[in-house]
RNA sequence: UGGGGCGUCGCCAAGCGGUAAGGCACCGGGUUUUGAUCCCGGCAUUCGUAGGUUCGAAUCCUGCCGCCCCAGCCA
């Protein structure tokens, strides 16, 4: 089935609006942008906003968006992010037209860059100690005071440089600083460091440098080097756009690309950072970065969720300044209705409980007939078997039901789905605990299929699942994270203690339908009346699926009741 | 108390001086062999607040209030 979006008339957002008057008026005649992840983590939900952005925005004006590694800091950094950093952005459907870039590529351009700094005057090699910068730096409402290396003369500056760069000193004695103004009321330009010592391994330029670029300095002269034209962040870098916009005029570069920040995604119960998601792995809170809950590229994807839905909720909340908190039920809405269209039919029974049709021949085996998709006949049908044993669900008997319950109990008909009407006929159950351990019915051998020749109605359809033809199967029940909305809201409580308990519930006798042995891992099937479940992609074993649910149906019993 | 941002329905979000789009949620009703889907209808006399300009303001101006970000040799 075609992957379906939206396709209505969005009002473009505030930056779309720029782009478009840029094209209309001439200032370019292709717009490049760029999504630059640091390779030191992996790619979550917020990410994939600022995928959507770049990507898309470079798709709807027929321009490009280039995938750049922003690896200035070695000791953080690591290949095996940059491919899984790949892998996610290719996953959720977008293209880099040239190869993969790295701001590394750019390191002997950035530093003959800063040696025109030093030559110019602008910049210069401090030799305080990180403690005296930070205090040299002065206080949000206090100016700062000046180096005392601040005066050093081009010679020496340039000397002191080369000799930093040759590896002559130690990390955290020499940094080499724009010199612009220690008054500035933005501290970003109180003689920003932008050269440090590290003599750290870098995943691709090895030993070669003993001093790294830092991120205002290098971001901005990247995205020249490569004409960007707009280069979109997240509004905690409103602050550095002066910075950007500094080192690019004083450097009188050909091209000037314009930052525009935006807001970063929050969503209601979960966390985004990635020191914290971080925390989760590491403490054991999760089964790893890809652990199903995580909203982690990697995570979504093992929960069933397909790229196309992740896209459609970028595209449903839109680009603002605004901080926002979006629902978490408007990103499980978005995989409701692409699953809604693709995900074939299936039953099972989490929660087993059996019950047995005393007037069906005790050897027979029929074979009924479901519908993959009742809206959608073209995805074609399957066999079902049905015979005297069956389980139900459990939930789906109650000893003293309610008028409004309409599913079994004692007087009571209801449908099996694609089976047939069945009559309550007497249950046991286990006195010391309660527990219905049997229930007894007859069925109406009028109604194979659910439907009664007579036309009676009957008010409840419930899944069922033959019980000697099921296949067991292991189902998790996975929820969200937290139980409350917002975890970090109380500054005194740490957010793990938010965790939800039950956001993960193994289920290790559910029973399917025989036809779920042949359900490939990544594949997701709708069980009716419970949710979509997709197989586990790692713990899939053939013809023994392990489920993960990616999310509920909707139910509006639940609320009632 | 320095600087930079933000404040439109419960949650997002259009609106760009001419009299409040849309989505999610929610509430009704219809269809239904998934209490699902689908379909119809309802849902801000009001735009943080107080003034001002104007025939006319959510949109322009001023003050006030609230929230977020910034003092890494992280990005």
Redesign the pocket.
Known sequence: MEILEDS?K?????IR?IIADDLQNGKHQKIVTRF???P?GFLHIGHAKSICLNFGVAEEYAGTCNLRF????P??EDVAYVQSIEKDVHWLGFEWREKVLY?SDYFPQLYDFAVELIKQGKAYV?????D???EY?????EPGRESPYRQRSVEENLQLFTQMKNGEFS?????LRAKIDMAS????MRD??IY???KAHHHRTGNTWKI?????Y??CLSDMLEGITHSLCT???????PLYDWVLDTLSTPCHPRQI?F?RL?L?YTVMSKRKLLKMVEGGFVDGWDDPRMLTISGLRRRGYTPASIRNFCK????????????M??L??EI??DL??RAE?RMCVLDPVKVILDNYPDDLVEEMTGMN???APDMGERAIPFAREIYIEREDFMENPTK????LGPGREV?????YLIQYVSHSKDEATGRITEIHCTYDPE?????APDGR?V?????WVCAKKGLPVTVRLYDRLFSVEDPEADKNIDFLEHLNPMSKVIISDAIAEPSLAALQPGETV?????GYFCADSVESIAGKPVLNRTVT?????????
């Open positions: 209505e969005k009002p473009l957002d505030f609006q630059p992840p640091e030191n922003d690896d200035t800091n000791s953080k701001a401090c030799e305080l100690l990180p005296e910068i930070r730096r002065g206080t949000l409402t990390e955290g004695t020499h940094v009321p933005n501290l970003n920003p460091v440090r010592v590290l790294y670029p830092m991120y205002d290098t971001h509004l905690e870098f409103q602050d550095h756009r920040e807001a929050n209601t449903t909340i839109g680009i603002g300044k605004s901080e926002s908190r979006i629902d039920g408007v499980e809405n409701r209705s809604n269209l039919r998709h009742p809206q409004k319950y309409h599913r449908r099996l789905r694609y089976g109604t194979k299929g659910g439907t109605k008010k409840g359809t419930i899944h709708q069980f009716e009346r419970q149906l909707r139910d509006s019993w639940e609320s009632k009741k």
